[in-house]
């Protein structure tokens, strides 16, 4: 047993580990890497043993560039701090650890100049495939990578990048909210929306939700996009003509919130006056009122998934890019229960 401090086992190289032994840098380098069997068993002996009298420990990320294997997957999003972000995040995260893998997450902030600074730093790093949850605005950065590694997209289309997409059944999500208020009794909908600004999931919400509406003739449906004054067209809706009952379906846990806060401050009785339905289940939303009803997104599965579809382009799967969008699961609460 060997008495070196972790200080001087971090100073140990692969030369003074050929010297103690007795044998070239090559053989060394052969017999922690993968050529060990083209080694002698009484040289590999002598350098098994200077490693244990040394203390020596490889630079496993030093090998793996060398080879073109570093074990890290990059991850790109557009706001950390999004709850949606975070739990796919941790699905990858825990995916990359049962595999093997270490992720590289970077935070964007929605920034396009980050973006492209994350991109490059990524590139650097020699990550083995990347995991994109951002709008993608530096496309040339992103086809140059592609070129270079498998990528894999969350949540949000990037054309035209040819890419698996991983995400949610968003037409399937917009019928079934429908369908829940339909039964509830709900006939004047208004749909919540951050602006689409080229979010192909927003958008895929938005226009089925006005395709929906168009084939149902019992409701009818307006569309209205947060701009930071909600209370004023909220006030409208919930006052207008005909007194139908009325909700509020959110695109997203933004919009949900966003609305809970406008109608406090218009002193609303949450939720006698107005129904209310939203995409996400934030851990606050059983909190409000009676319980916000919620169209719950399978977050971990979908990252999980991401980095499956991630591993198998690793492993050298060649078929077409795949599309994987899950069913939301449909949460009843108080919300949209009209006394």
């Known amino acids: 047993m060997n008495s070196f401090s972790a200080a001087q086992r971090s100073r140990v190289t692969m030369l003074d580990v050929a010297e103690r032994a007795?044998?070239?840098?090559?053989?060394?380098?052969?017999?922690i890497g993968e050529d060990r069997a083209l080694l002698s068993d009484a040289i590999a002996l002598r350098i098994e043993q200077a490693i244990d009298e040394l203390g020596y420990r490889p630079n496993q990320m030093a090998r793996?560039?060398?080879?073109?294997?570093?074990?890290?997957?990059?991850?790109?999003?557009?706001?950390?701090?999004?709850?949606?972000?975070?739990?796919?995040?941790?699905?990858?995260?825990?995916?990359?650890?049962?595999?093997?893998?270490?992720?590289?997450?970077?935070?964007?902030?929605?920034?396009?100049?980050?973006?492209?600074?994350?991109?490059?730093?990524?590139?650097?790093?020699?990550?083995?495939?990347l995991i994109v949850n951002t709008l993608g605005h530096h496309l040339d950065q992103l086809l140059e990578l592609q070129r270079e590694m498998p990528l894999v997209l969350v949540d949000r289309k990037i054309e035209p990048l040819h890419s698996d997409l991983v995400g949610?059944?968003?037409?399937?999500?917009?019928?079934?909210?429908?369908?829940?208020l339909e039964q509830q009794g709900y006939r004047d909908i208004l749909l919540v929306s951050e602006a689409p600004d080229g979010t192909s999931s927003r958008v895929e919400r938005l226009e089925s939700f006005k395709s929906e509406i168009a084939r149902?003739?019992?409701?009818?449906?307006?569309?209205?996009?947060?701009?930071?004054?909600?209370?004023?067209p909220l006030h409208a809706f919930v006052r207008k003509t005909p007194a139908r009952a009325k909700a509020l379906f959110c695109a997203n846990g933004v919009a949900a919130l966003a609305c809970t806060k406008a109608l406090r401050e218009l002193g609303l009785t949450l939720f006698e006056d107005i129904g209310l339905i939203a995409v996400d289940d934030l851990d606050w939303y059983p909190l409000v009122g009676s319980g916000i009803?919620?169209?719950a997104q399978p977050t971990e599965a979908i990252g999980t998934q991401a980095f499956e579809c991630l591993l198998k382009r690793l492993r050298g799967d060649t078929e077409s890019p795949r599309t994987l969008d899950f069913l939301a699961q449909l949460i009843v609460r108080g919300s949209t229960s009209p006394t």
């Open 64 to 129: 793996g560039l060398k080879r073109g294997r570093t074990r890290l997957i990059g991850m790109l999003v557009a706001d950390i701090r999004n709850p949606y972000s975070i739990a796919v995040m941790h699905g990858v995260e825990t995916a990359c650890r049962q595999h093997g893998y270490s992720l590289v997450v970077c935070n964007t902030d929605r920034d396009d100049e980050q973006e492209r600074l994350h991109l490059a730093a990524l590139r650097a790093y020699n990550v083995e495939g």
């Open 293 to 295: 009803t919620a169209l």
């Open 216 to 232: 149902r003739p019992t409701l009818t449906g307006t569309v209205l996009e947060i701009d930071g004054h909600l209370n004023a």
């Open 168 to 180: 949610l059944d968003n037409p399937a999500t917009v019928r079934m909210a429908l369908d829940h």
């Open 22 to 31: 007795g044998v070239s840098k090559a053989s060394v380098s052969r017999f």
